[in-house]
């Protein structure tokens, strides 16, 4: 079994910085993909952006340029640095992790977190 962890969500201030973090916890040999999507009131969950083992990144347009992702596969650790930060970005942020495989068994499975709520408010 695998845990995610989230940290970084909070209020913030048009045009400020937000990062989010999602650490995995568990039997984990490998992780492909890790990436972020969020869901704002009323609208479906969109994917914000997504990195794999070999660093290929993807990311919505609308936050091209603006937002950033990373990850450090020593600590099964993805992150996303939100600068320049609008109020259409206020969602509810959830990690996912693609393709993990198990640590005992090599199946891989899919996790999401538990979500973390990002506001931009003035």
């Known amino acids: 079994q695998v845990q995610l962890t989230e940290s970084g969500g909070g209020l913030v201030q048009p045009e400020g910085s937000l990062r989010l973090s999602c650490a995995a916890s568990?039997?984990?040999?490998?992780?492909?993909?890790m990436g972020w999507y969020r869901q704002a009131p009323g609208k479906e969950r969109e994917l914000v952006a997504t990195i794999t083992s070999g660093g290929s990144t993807t990311y919505a347009d609308s936050v091209k340029g603006r937002f950033t992702i990373s990850r450090d596969n020593a600590k099964n650790t993805v992150y996303l640095q939100m600068n320049s930060l609008k109020p259409e970005d206020t969602a509810v942020y959830y990690c996912?992790?693609?393709?993990?495989?198990?640590?005992?068994?090599?199946?891989?499975?899919?996790?999401w977190g538990q979500g973390t709520q990002v506001t931009v408010s003035s």
């Open positions: 568990g039997s984990i040999f490998s992780i492909y993909a």
């Open positions: 996912n992790e693609r393709d993990v495989r198990d640590r005992t068994t090599l199946r891989t499975f899919n996790y």
